[in-house]
């Protein structure tokens, strides 16, 4: 059973920092690309950052470039996603996601946009409150 769990998430202030974990379990980890994606309330789910474990390709999207960072450790099956000076609008429930299309890694969402259906396997999610 394919399984990802998110961990890390909380209240911080803006120009703070959090660590965001996501621990994948039941799948070739170094196989598969997996992104991060964030829901603010009443927004739409946006993709924010994609690792290829495999080759360590990297996406991010334009509005956490330079501010977050997301790296793996194959040996714990686990991806991370480093979020420095946050801002309020970092506000969101932040997913972690699967990308299980073979062959595919995160050099296809730098011409495309990382959307939902992209991912075959989700996490839960974890909260991320950043207060000004």
């Known amino acids: 059973e394919v399984q990802l769990v998110e961990s890390g998430g909380g209240l911080v202030q803006a120009g703070g920092s959090l660590r965001l974990s996501c621990a994948a379990s039941g799948f070739a980890f170094d196989d598969y690309a997996i992104g991060w994606f964030r829901q603010a309330p009443g927004k739409e789910r946006e993709g924010v950052s994609c690792?290829?474990?495999?080759?360590?390709?990297?996406y991010y999207a334009d509005s956490v470039k330079g501010r977050f960072t997301i790296s793996s450790d194959n040996a714990k099956n686990t991806v991370y996603l480093q979020m420095n000076s946050l801002k309020p609008e970092d506000t969101a429930v932040y997913y972690c996601?699967?990308?299980?299309?073979?062959?595919?890694?995160?050099?296809?969402?730098?011409?495309?946009?990382?959307?939902?259906?992209?991912?075959?396997?989700w996490g839960k999610g974890t909260l991320v409150n950043v207060s000004s």
């Open positions: 996601a699967a990308d299980m299309v073979p062959g595919r890694d995160c050099t296809y969402y730098r011409g495309n946009i990382m959307g939902r259906a992209d991912m075959e396997y």
């Open positions: 690792i290829s474990s495999s080759d360590g390709v990297t």
